[in-house]
């Protein structure tokens, strides 16, 4: 999904204003603010504080995390009250895979969720949890709202390329050729282990799937304020291009990333760096080669002789050196799932195009990458091609016998109808899991408004919560 912002979803984005009918409020709960109808009476153990006009938090006076449960009001349409405890279980194991299922501890894990930002399908998509300046509270109402409805997965950035460090947080900078990794406070430290987004997400039972680098460019204005999106994009720039522009010299074809030594040398000093300070950690269920990788990117320039051959060439060559300094954690490609059909005349069937160079049959056999995904932004208000779409991965999952997920898919308007109908093929065919774009949250700036965000309390939200829930039943999950 190509945006001005980078198609990762990162949970922090949604809103968590949701109706209780409980006399007390949960842990991180919203318990007050403008157009706030529900308890104002924080649990045992928390505060009721003003976080801003529109969103008052019931914030924790110690360090535990309680069991909770979020009721769901029903929105405008049909559906039904839905009551979801969020995961008070301790996130142990690693998550590996058994044919074309997703495993722990030897039993079934199922991979759904809604696209909350911040990371997975038992996910949600939540890109910049990691990245915008966001305190624990507002990670953990993020990361609560998305276990609401079911997750136990997200999809994040591992990665932000910097040309001139500022305020935002960023992994990597660049002072002409050589770059440095950002280990403090505002980097790694802030996605550490110790600290937050790995933290925050495992306090609600959430596992991550992090992307190491993007195909685009740019991460968008729509998310935050004005100030942050002018310095966004005045500092941020896409992974891949960054790594050639600085290396290679600017206006220097985008495929590069793939072929060039100097290149690949520098994004396996970077994966390396990020891969092995998780090793050990059970909060982190995958790694993403890339974001949407192709032949071109925002810029539009290449070389001309980037193939399929070429791309999946670099992922043989990235997975396979991921397995050998981490054999704990799966491995995927992040891609978009275009298939290679030279008789069809429908774009996302032509992945031999030299602007894609993406054979999404022949890289899911690839050894060393454990799963597949793809994404639907690309006729979201067509609800036939996407049932197409839909089937075909299903039968191509089928064919190489390893799960499949459906990453970044939405619909204009979050047309219920259409999401339902997706929703059925997807637990008939067996398909792995899925991962909506996106959710929203009430944070402590105030109410968000992303791009085809979905609202805790929503009639897709509450569709969200029972998708998962059929999953699960589905899958015999004992999640």
């Known amino acids: 999904m190509k945006r001005s912002v980078l198609a990762l979803q990162v949970l922090l ?246 072929t060039n030594p100097t290149v690949i040398a520098a994004y396996k000093n970077y994966v390396k760096t990020f891969v092995t300070r998780y090793l050990n950690e059970p909060g982190i269920l995958a790694w993403e080669l890339a974001n949407e990788p192709r032949c071109l990117g925002t810029t539009g320039t290449g070389s001309g002789t980037c193939t399929i051959s070429t791309i999946s060439t670099w992922i043989e060559e990235m997975s396979s050196f991921i397995k050998s300094i981490d054999s704990n954690h799966l491995v995927a490609i992040g891609d978009e799932g275009f298939f290679n059909d030279p008789g069809n005349p429908t774009f996302v069937y032509q992945g031999f195009q030299p602007s894609l160079g993406i054979d999404f049959a022949a890289n899911l056999n690839i050894s060393t990458v454990d799963f597949g995904t793809f994404h639907d932004s690309y006729d979201n208000a067509d609800q036939t091609f996407g049932a197409q779409w839909i089937q075909d991965h299903a039968t191509t999952m089928i064919a190489s016998n390893k799960p499949v997920l459906m990453e970044e898919f939405s619909v204009a308007e979050n047309t219920i109808e259409q999401y339902t109908d997706w929703y059925s093929i997807i637990e008939s065919t067996g398909m792995a899991g899925d991962l909506i774009w996106q959710a929203g949250s009430i944070l402590s700036n105030g109410p968000s408004d992303p791009n085809l965000a979905v609202y805790p309390g929503s009639d897709v939200y509450i569709l969200n919560t029972q998708h998962a829930a059929a999953l699960r039943a589905r899958d015999g999950d004992p999640q």
């Open 13 to 258: 984005v949604s809103g968590f204003g949701v109706v209780s009918t409980q006399s007390t409020v949960s842990e991180w709960g919203q318990c007050g603010g403008i157009g706030f109808t529900g308890s104002t009476t924080c649990v045992v153990g928390t505060t009721c504080q003003v976080i801003n006009e529109w969103f008052f938090q019931c914030v924790p006076d110690s360090s535990s995390v309680g069991p909770t449960t979020t009721v769901l009001s029903t929105g405008t349409g049909s559906a039904t009250s839905t009551a979801i405890s969020s995961p008070t279980a301790t996130v142990t194991g690693f998550v590996k895979t058994s044919g074309i299922h997703f495993t722990l501890n030897g039993k079934p894990f199922t991979v759904v969720g809604q696209v909350l930002i911040t990371n997975s399908r038992n996910r949600a998509n939540a890109y910049w949890v990691g990245l915008m300046g966001y305190g624990v509270p507002d990670m953990m109402t993020a990361f609560h709202a998305i276990a609401a409805t079911g997750a136990s997965v997200c999809r994040t950035n591992g990665f932000n390329e910097v040309t001139a460090p500022g305020g935002v947080a960023y992994y990597q900078s660049w002072s002409g050729s050589t770059p440095t990794i950002n280990f403090g406070a505002n980097g790694l430290e802030n996605f550490a282990l110790a600290d937050n987004v790995v933290t925050a997400a495992k306090a609600n039972g959430i596992r991550l799937i992090v992307t190491l680098t993007n195909n685009w460019e740019d991460y968008g204005a729509f998310l935050v304020s004005i100030q942050l999106a002018l310095h966004l994009m005045n500092t941020l720039s896409g992974g891949m291009d960054v790594y050639v522009n600085q290396l290679l010299g600017q206006g220097q074809p985008h495929d590069f990333f793939y």
